[in-house]
Every structure is written in structure tokens, then in C-alpha cells.
């Protein structure tokens, strides 16, 4: 459906003005369907998203302070998501012996389990998006997004 449909706007400014709802529009869609979706596996889109950062580090670990750099939604709190995914086994914390206010996150193997079945599960999620557009056109529109930004 059209985005003017959607939200019952018949005339926009011009064409980013329109670009740039359907963008928020299209985001908050998404994040919604995001969570419901990750509900059933107990954690938040937020926690998911530190669970990709660290498994991209393993066996590495990474300080909460890289890990808030890395995260998608810059207002998230770090250190509050990697405390509630370390009391439930996803995360381990390691205190540096040199410099005991350094604390470096790792992902764990139950961590890591639970990443793999989301990411299975997940990609079935997708397939509603991929078959309204082509690979060719995710690739355009992820370039417009990067240009967006600068």
C-alpha cells in the first residue's frame, strides 16, 4: 500500500518530505514486527543487537563502551542490556586483573545458541520482504540510505 494510503495523506510537500515519512513509517513498522518476533525468544531488539556485536567479536570480547558505539539505537544503555543478558547466560563479564574498572563482554555459548536460532528463524521472517523486492533493489536502496546519511 501506497504510504499516502497508509497514513491518509493525500498531498505531500514534494518528494523527499515523502521519502523521509515512508522512512519513519517503514522503520517503525518494522521495528514493531522486530519485536513481536523476538518476544518469543525472551529478549529486545535491543539485546538481540548486543548479541550480534559480541558474536562478531568472538572468541573476543569488547568493553560496553565499544559495544554502545556499535549499537543501532545510540540511546540504548549499554551496561544495563549486558547486565540483564549476563544474569540470564548469554553474556559473561571479565574484569581486566590490570585495571579493575575495565570490564570486557563476551558472548557466551548459550548466547551464541540463542543467536543461531534467531538468525534461523529470522530469515524466515524476511521472505514477506523479499518477495516484493529483488536483491538488486535492497542492494539501491541500502546505497540511497548510506547517501542519506553522507
Not at 24 to 45: A, C, Q, R, V
Not at 81 to 104: A, C, F, M, P, Y
Amino acid at each position: 500500500m501506497q504510504i499516502g494510503e497508509e497514513i491518509k495523506q493525500g498531498k505531500f510537500e514534494d518528494g523527499l518530505q515523502k521519502a523521509i515519512i515512508n522512512l519513519i513509517y517503514t522503520h517503525n513498522w518494522f521495528k514493531e514486527s522486530m519485536s513481536g518476533f523476538l518476544k518469543s525468544y525472551d529478549i529486545t531488539s535491543q539485546q538481540y543487537n548486543v548479541l550480534r556485536i559480541l558474536n562478531g567479536q568472538f572468541p573476543n570480547g569488547i568493553t560496553t563502551g565499544e559495544i554502545r558505539n556499535r549499537m543501532l539505537d545510540k540511546m540504548s544503555d549499554a551496561s544495563r542490556l549486558v547486565d540483564r543478558l549476563e544474569r540470564i547466560g548469554h553474556v559473561q563479564k571479565n574484569r581486566n586483573s590490570d585495571d579493575r574498572r575495565l570490564v570486557t563482554c563476551v558472548i557466551t555459548e548459550q548466547g551464541r545458541t540463542l543467536l543461531s536460532d534467531i538468525r534461523s528463524a529470522e530469515k524466515g521472517m524476511y521472505n514477506p520482504i523479499r518477495d516484493r523486492i529483488s536483491e538488486e533493489e535492497a542492494e539501491e536502496l541500502s546505497r540511497i540510505l548510506d547517501k542519506m546519511r553522507g
